[in-house]
């Protein structure tokens, strides 16, 4: 008995294996290679560049046109469904989970924001004699916002003072050196954890008070000054108060004396 195609009738013989009943073309036009959205949105902080994907903010890698065009394609990319065969049937998965799937994108600027094109080819059943191909585009609205961090630096957020200070008044000479080091370290750890910042420096009694983030960097900074010039250091908390889970909560200061 010959076999056939149940959409079209195409014999067997004529179109090729037959893959779940259908011939090679309603196969393919009945299972597109990707499914993608008509548009996404991608979170972009005004202030410092960072863009919002998977739950979690990023840091570009330079606040630009191009970071926003490399951004909009890992968005994009995260969005794209692709075609596998599994026990249950064809069903759509993330490009991660999937294999035998070359997906390529390119991204331009558009008046109405950022537009990225996607070239897929492969193969969704090992049945099928020819890959699949399928082509889309996805426009990206940006929306201006502000990050976490931003946030949590406009509104002078700061968990711990470190105080730098010498025997006597620091020359404006030291000063320059000692702010060199700081910054040198900051940018280091900031590197590591984006959530590091400082909040506000002062000038004050021949030294620097500087509002960090965490008592993590400010220890990490009066580390690097022990370091360079031998600075000795010492270590104070005060109580301000309690989390919303009940634990106390304090406010370290670090004093940092160079000789």
């Given at each position: 008995?010959?076999?056939?195609?149940?959409?079209?009738?195409?014999?067997?013989?004529?179109?090729?294996?037959?893959?779940?009943?259908?011939?090679?073309?309603?196969?393919?036009?009945?299972?597109?290679?990707?499914?993608?959205p008509d548009q996404v949105e991608l979170r972009?902080?005004?202030?410092?560049?960072?863009?919002?994907?998977?739950?979690?903010?990023?840091?570009?890698?330079?606040?630009?046109?191009?970071?926003?065009?490399?951004?909009?394609?890992?968005?994009?990319h995260s969005e794209i469904k692709v075609a596998?065969?599994?026990?249950?049937?064809?069903?759509?998965?993330?490009?991660?989970?999937?294999?035998?799937?070359?997906?390529?994108?390119?991204?331009?600027?558009?008046?109405?924001?950022?537009?990225?094109?996607?070239?897929?080819?492969?193969?969704?059943?090992?049945?099928?004699?020819?890959?699949?191909?399928?082509?889309?585009?996805?426009?990206?609205?940006?929306?201006?916002?502000?990050?976490?961090?931003?946030?949590?630096?406009?509104?002078?957020?700061?968990?711990?003072?470190?105080?730098?200070?010498?025997?006597?008044?620091?020359?404006?000479?030291?000063?320059?050196e000692v702010y060199q080091v700081l910054e040198?370290?900051?940018?280091?750890?900031?590197?590591?954890?984006?959530?590091?910042?400082?909040?506000?420096?002062?000038?004050?009694?021949?030294?620097?008070?500087?509002?960090?983030?965490?008592?993590?960097?400010?220890?990490?900074?009066?580390?690097?000054?022990?370091?360079?010039?031998?600075?000795?250091?010492?270590?104070?908390?005060?109580?301000?108060?309690?989390?919303?889970?009940?634990?106390?909560?304090?406010?370290?200061?670090?004093?940092?004396?160079?000789?």
């Open positions: 008995m010959q076999k056939f195609c149940y959409k079209c009738g195409a014999l067997e013989e004529e179109k090729g294996p037959l893959i779940e009943g259908l011939c090679q073309d309603c196969f393919t036009s009945e299972h597109p290679l990707i499914k993608t972009v902080c005004g202030q410092c560049g960072a863009y919002f994907l998977n739950n979690k903010w990023h840091d570009p890698r330079e606040k630009s046109e191009l970071s926003l065009l490399r951004a909009s394609e890992e968005l994009v596998q065969v599994q026990p249950t049937g064809v069903r759509y998965v993330n490009l991660e989970e999937a294999s035998g799937i070359d997906v390529e994108l390119e991204s331009e600027s558009v008046p109405q924001g950022i537009k990225v094109g996607i070239r897929a080819r492969g193969k969704i059943h090992e049945s099928q004699e020819s890959s699949q191909t399928a082509e889309g585009v996805v426009r990206v609205k940006v929306e201006t916002t502000t990050c976490d961090v931003c946030s949590r630096k406009s509104a002078g957020y700061y968990e711990a003072i470190l105080q730098v200070r010498g025997e006597a008044p620091l020359s404006r000479k030291r000063l320059r040198s370290t900051f940018l280091e750890e900031q590197s590591r954890n984006r959530g590091e910042f400082v909040s506000k420096i002062e000038e004050k009694h021949g030294g620097l008070d500087l509002y960090t983030s965490s008592t993590t960097l400010a220890r990490r900074l009066a580390e690097a000054l022990k370091e360079k010039y031998g600075a000795k250091t010492d270590e104070s908390s005060k109580l301000i108060g309690q989390t919303s889970d009940g634990r106390k909560k304090y406010r370290v200061s670090i004093v940092a004396r160079l000789p």
